[in-house]
């Protein structure tokens, strides 16, 4: 099966890149541009990875992420944070909001899709992946 990936990304650029990226690697890839759409998204959809940018407009990641957590059928679904600034205590902050793992922008065509990866269980495979 192939994964389905949501995106909660506000910036064009950003969403158009990460999705060219995961669809050449042969993801299903959701979209979602704030964080209320992104939140009924994830529960209409329930994917398997939501990529989360911070600074997204009506609520943030932190305020998403801490939601879908309170969610019992996305409660373990891996959640990556997406955020431009990295300042000192926000890697700790996606943690403590139920982000999964962190990834700093820009995006880095060579190496977001491996850095995406690993955070899928292992049976969510795109190209190449399992024939079950
Ligand atoms: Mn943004």
Redesign the pocket.
């Known amino acids: 099966m192939k994964a389905k990936i949501l995106i909660i990304?506000?910036?064009e650029q950003?969403m158009y890149l990460m999705t060219f990226i995961l669809e050449c690697k042969g993801y299903d890839v959701l979209q979602a541009r704030d964080g209320r759409e992104g939140i009924e998204a994830a529960q209409k959809t329930a994917p398997d990875l939501i990529l989360l940018?911070?600074?997204?407009p009506v609520m943030d990641g932190y305020a998403v992420a801490r939601e879908l957590r309170r969610c019992a059928a996305l409660s373990r679904v891996p959640i990556v944070a997406v955020t431009?600034y990295a300042m000192v205590g926000d890697r700790e902050r996606t943690i403590e909001a139920g982000c999964n793992g962190y990834i700093e922008k820009p995006i880095n065509p060579d190496t977001f899709a491996a850095e995406i990866i690993r955070f899928l269980a292992p049976g969510d495979a795109g190209n190449g992946g399992g024939t079950e």
């Not at 940018?53 to 997204?56: A, L, M, S, W």
């Open positions: 990304e506000d910036n950003n940018d911070i600074q997204i431009s």
